[in-house]
């Protein structure tokens, strides 16, 4: 063949013939073949391999998986090898991306019922060999998938078979399993949602409610669903495991985040452990039917810290963006899942729509021919063809026999209806059985009346379609994700202590790599340091090996951002020969690495005295003066308290004119800033200072906050913001050692009500003060100090009067491990508190607070069904 010669610059995408006699075969450009076969296979990846159909809500392999399945159901149980070799009959790729779509498919629990060892969710372990395990179709896949009269036809990829378009689903099943899926230039990734809420919120939409749905998961754990704009692009969704504190020195995950095995959750701990993030001795891992991995502390280590520790740099908490994209109409496109869930609704209408009209024209036909037949036998018609000799007469004959008839039936009589008759066999005409034939027409007449009606009622039909389905398939389907908000854990807050911090103060330098000079403090390799000057200079820099900060380093340590109780107490000479002047201030934030002046900025100036407070304490100093002719007053005290709290860009009062000698420290000072005010956020359940929920009180020293649960217990915790709360809290208030409380429970060991009073001791670790019984729950608790029951009989005692106790006269005061008093021996139907009679004439200091009233306890009662728990 001779050499060809092409401008690719003029034949670009066309095709080109060759010269010479040999010219055989046609040549297409590169260029032009990347661009259409680029474009079928990013086209064929996302309509036939990663993407789900909106209708059905499966990809490919999952329809075909479920439709092979259906063609080989015979009620029993086949090994997922037969599945997978009838299934490629359909699918045009390998076996095992038909074997890991179904066994993703099976470990759903929902579309599939799985024999065998089908691997593991929570562990990451995966399942046996094809030829060990078996599945079949679940009931509700049968009911809510299949339907082969709805169901639209293609043929397969070698033409050989039908296999659906999509499957004629009457659920939101894309919204109920979830996908995720990697196309060409695209993905999909669509968050499961709970199968209760699903039906739920389609009944709402069906009778015109608003409704919202949100993401639950198999795993459980804990979810932040405050961005999850309605699963679109842009959203995003925190996900947590579920930690508990069983005592100071073990924590226990009981739940893993979505998308995140055991396996991969240990790994991310140690490694966090490994890079000094956190600070734990050991991690067992005793999962079995359920999560269970037990987290060792090291002693001295905040159990509460090392939660939050786990969440800022483990796997224990991370995002999910979901992506939702669908195949609709041959194409991608991107929705909310209220959207999908709306289509799916509305479809799930259209098919029960269509069912019920095949339905009535099969009643209808049913009808039809059950009336022919009864009037052809009845009527004695069949005696009109003895004397035809044509089968064309015997047609005519039996047409004309059923015309006095033909306005009573549905529809015209047709030539295949008297074919029909006519193969009616002897035997079944002379036992045919009028009454029993008249039955059966009242029965298809009764079904087909109830059908029309459907029809005409087809929103209140689909609703209790769906009720139907929720009562069947339900069960064992509650919410296993608990929607949460999180609060921003802050990690600088609660990072490990990974490295030491060392400064030279003449020479200017500050680093963990410094070991020769002088020890700071312990601190992380992620905190920041605040450096002060001599000359007033200061700035704020990240922790690091070595770094210069300037000369003449007055002051260095871990700086803590948006921190208003450490107070600086400051006293700086402007200038050279200016006058010296005193200043209190708090510094909260800066820019890092740029530095700002705690003096006029005037050159020559430099601070003479300083001091930093924790918790804004302001101590008295002496000044003595430079001796000077006609100065009476050579030393003279200041005491910083008398100063206000100012910004850190103010220049101060003056102090003194005159030139200072030395400045000395005369006493400590206590703390200015009053308790710490401190609020309980019940939607976190964290403590803060930022005037979020309840008002628990001012706080200071060795206070405690007191805490009891619905199921009994009490605990005293300190007010450190990083402390984590039972979300079981019934009372939450500032503790008041020799407080009297008095309770009403259920003894579920002895079988009656008790009362009891006591006072609560300081115990940091949960104390029972019911029976611990688990069948024992707690009725009432009251701080009241005459408090008063009425109890209402039921059952057999139902007549008796109601009873009112007075619980001071009825019980004295106890320790909280009393049993305390039988109530009563009679049946009870409700305890409640009222009104007590007898006052307190103890007068009452109120403590204050903003409003300058009493915090109130914080009282959760969340179930309107159970009776009050209040004060």
């Keep these: ?68 399945m259906k063609r080989m159901d015979d009620g029993r149980y086949n090994k997922v090898a037969n599945i997978i070799g009838h299934t490629m009959q359909f699918h045009p790729h390998g076996d095992a991306s038909i074997g890991d779509a179904l066994v993703q498919l099976g470990q759903k629990e929902l579309l599939i019922d799985e024999q065998g060892n089908w691997g593991n969710i929570l562990t990451g372990d995966g399942a046996a ?57 695209l993905a999909s990734k669509i968050l499961p949602h709970n199968f209760n809420e699903l039906i739920d919120a389609s009944i709402d939409y069906l009778q015109g409610k608003d409704f919202v749905i949100y993401p639950d998961f198999p795993t459980g754990g804990l979810i932040d669903v405050t961005k999850y704009n309605d699963g679109q692009r842009g959203g995003v969704v925190k996900v947590r495991a579920k930690i508990e504190k069983t005592d100071k020195k073990e924590l226990v995950i009981t739940e893993i985040p979505f998308g995140k095995t055991t396996t991969t959750l240990i790994d991310s701990i140690i490694k966090a452990n490994d890079k000094g993030k956190i600070k734990i001795k050991k991690i067992d891992d005793n999962t079995a039917a359920n999560v269970e991995i037990v987290v060792h502390l090291l002693p001295g280590i905040s159990p509460d810290k090392t939660i939050d520790a786990l969440y800022a740099f483990t796997d224990c908490e991370y995002s999910i963006s979901p992506n939702t994209c669908v195949i609709i109409n041959d194409k991608p496109s991107f929705m909310g899942v209220s959207e999908i869930l709306k289509h799916s609704t509305d479809r799930t209408v259209e098919l029960l729509k269509t069912e019920l009209e095949i339905r009535k024209n099969e009643l209808m036909e049913e009808w039809h021919m059950s009336s022919l037949e009864k009037i052809f036998i009845e009527e004695k018609i069949f005696h009109d063809i003895e004397e035809c000799e044509t089968w ?45 034939a008249d039955e059966h027409i009242k029965g298809l007449e009764t079904e087909l009346e109830e059908v029309k009606n459907h029809l005409k009622n087809l929103i209140p039909f689909a609703v209790n379609y769906f009720r139907q389905i929720k009562k069947k398939y339900g069960k064992e389907k509650e919410r296993k994700t608990e929607i949460r908000s999180f609060d921003t854990i802050e990690a600088t807050k609660v990072v490990a202590n990974n490295a030491k911090l060392y400064v030279n103060y003449k020479e200017g330098f500050i680093g963990s790599g410094l070991k020769k000079d002088e020890f700071i403090c312990d601190c992380s390799d992620i905190d920041d340091v605040i450096v002060i000057r001599r000359d007033g200079v200061y700035l704020i820099t990240k922790v690091s090996d070595k770094v210069f900060v300037g000369s003449d380093i007055l002051y260095a340590q871990i700086f803590l951002k948006n921190d208003e109780r450490t107070i600086y107490n400051i006293v700086y000479q402007d200038g050279k020969d200016g006058p010296v002047l005193a200043k209190r201030c708090a510094i909260t934030g800066l820019t890092r690495d740029k530095e700002y002046n705690l003096t006029k900025g005037t050159p020559g100036s430099k601070i003479i005295y300083f001091s930093a407070n924790p918790n804004g304490e302001a101590e008295v100093i002496k000044v003595h003066h430079k001796p000077k002719a006609r100065l009476k007053k050579l030393v003279f005290e200041f005491d910083f308290g008398q100063m206000a709290i100012k910004g850190k860009a103010s220049m101060g009062n003056i102090l003194t004119r005159n030139a200072v000698h030395k400045l000395t420290l005369k006493e400590k000072g206590l703390s200015t800033l009053g308790g710490r005010k401190i609020w309980f956020d019940d939607a976190v359940f964290r403590l803060n200072v930022d005037g979020r929920g309840l008002f628990l009180g001012e706080f200071g020293g060795d206070d405690k906050i007191l805490v009891i649960t619905k199921n009994g217990y009490f605990r005293n915790t300190g007010f450190d913001l990083s402390n984590h709360f039972e979300d079981n809290i019934l009372i939450i208030e500032k503790f008041r050692p020799g407080k009297v409380y008095s309770t009403v429970y259920w003894d579920a060991e002895q079988k009656f009500y008790y009362v009891k009073r006591f ?29 008063r029951f009425e109890i209402q009989f039921g059952g057999k005692h139902k007549e008796r009067e109601n009873e009112i106790i007075e619980v001071a006269e009825f019980i004295g005061v106890k320790s909280y491990k009393a049993k305390g008093k039988r109530l009563t021996s009679y049946m009870v ?12 004439e103890t007068p009452v200091v109120p403590e204050e607070n903003l409003e300058g009233e009493e915090p109130k306890p914080a009282i959760f009662n969340e179930d309107p069904t159970q009776m009050e728990l209040e004060l």
């Excluded at 339907?147 to 099943?173: A, H, I, M």
């Excluded at 139907?829 to 307190?840: L, W």
């Design 129 to 185: 060999a094809p030829r060990y395990i078996e599945a079949r179709l679940s009931k509700f896949a049968l009911e809510v998938v299949f339907n082969n009269k709805t169901t639209e036809w293609q043929l397969s990829y070698d033409g050989r078979n039908k296999e659906p378009v999509t499957l004629p689903v009457k659920f939101p099943l894309l919204l109920a399993q979830g996908v995720e899926g990697i196309a060409v230039g």
């Design 829 to 840: 139907e409700n305890i409640q508190e009222i009104e007590p009679v007898v006052k307190s």
């Design 392 to 436: 064309e007469a015997v047609i005519a004959a039996i047409d004309k026999g059923l015309d006095p008839f033909k306005k009573l039936l549905y529809r015209e009589v047709t030539r295949e209806d008297i074919i029909r008759l006519t193969e009616i066999k002897i035997k079944r005409i002379s036992k045919f059985d009028v009454k029993k």
């Design 1 to 68: 063949m001779e050499e060809l010669d092409i401008d690719n610059s003029k034949t670009e995408g066309k095709e080109v013939v060759p010269r010479g006699p040999s010219s055989l075969h046609s040549v297409t450009a590169l260029s032009g073949m990347f661009q259409n076969w680029f474009l079928d296979y990013a086209s064929y990846v996302i309509l036939e391999r990663a993407v789900p159909h909106l209708d059905d809500g499966l990809k490919p392999v999952q329809r075909r998986i479920l439709h092979s």
């Design 759 to 787: 006072v609560i001791e300081e115990s940091e670790k949960p104390q029972c003060f019911i029976n611990e019984d688990p069948g024992s729950k707690l009725i009432s608790i009251t701080e009241v100090e005459y408090p």
